[in-house]
Every structure is written in C-alpha cells, then in structure tokens.
C-alpha cells in the first residue's frame, strides 16, 4: 500500500517557556516537532529553557506555510498564532503600541475601541427584529 504524507497536517503552535507569555510561532506537525524546532533554531533567548511548551492553536489556518518558525510576526499574529505583538506599528494610527488583531487587521487597543464604538453605533441604529415562536 502507498501512502501518501498528507501536507495538511501542518499545524501552528506557539511555543513558549513555561511560565513565560513571549514565544516563538511555529508551524509543525506536532508539539514534539514544533519543539524540536525551536531547540534547534539556536534562537532560544537566553534562560532557562528546560520546561518548553508547545501549545496547539487550534483555529490557525496555516496549510500554505512551510514547517518551521514563522518569521513574520504581523503574519502569526493574523493567523492567530500569536494573541498580541509589543511595541508593532498599528495599521490605524501607525504608532508603535501592543497591537492584537481585529477583524483581520492589526490594531493597538486605543484603535479597537474607537473601530468598537463605531460598530456598536451602527449596529444600534438599524432596527431590531424580535422573532416569535408560537
Ligand atoms: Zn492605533
């Protein structure tokens, strides 16, 4: 029997020091994998490095990436890889602020809550239709 590698196994996994929020994105096919590339990266910071964790983001979509570390930090943090960059130009106000993605774009917090606003407006000023069951 032939078996093919199914290439969409590919998974994203942030891999992190225990106890630790900073951390590398890494595309592998298991933790065991993602955490193996990160040893052998020799790009682990200085620290202790013993207790390594590679926890799957389930709902990153990351089939088109080759295995290994994402180097695009905007990109990870797109694919949900990443929950937060520090100190990344905002695509709003272009100021280097902690920016986590929003509906797609990368935003600082300050920029989430006026695009918030904005929605919550708008979406209050349409009617609202009550459905009733019988
Ligand atoms: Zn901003």
Do not use: Q
Not at 68 to 97: F, H, M, N, S
């Amino acid at each position: 029997m032939l078996r093919i590698i199914d290439n969409m196994n590919k998974r994203g996994y942030f891999v992190h020091n225990s106890g630790e929020w900073c951390g590398f994105a890494v595309v592998a096919t298991s933790a065991k994998e993602a955490k193996k590339i990160i040893h052998d990266s020799g790009e682990l910071p200085v620290g202790d490095w013993s207790d390594i964790r590679a926890h799957w983001v389930r709902s990153a979509k990351v089939d088109d990436l080759p295995i290994g570390i994402v180097t695009d930090g905007r990109d990870a943090l797109v694919r949900g890889i990443y929950g937060a960059l520090e100190k990344y130009p905002c695509d709003e106000c272009g100021k280097e602020r902690d920016v986590i993605c929003y509906n797609g774009r990368v935003l600082c917090s300050r920029c989430i809550e006026k695009e918030y606003r904005r929605h919550d407006m708008s979406s209050n000023s349409g009617s609202v239709t009550l459905e009733r069951g019988d």
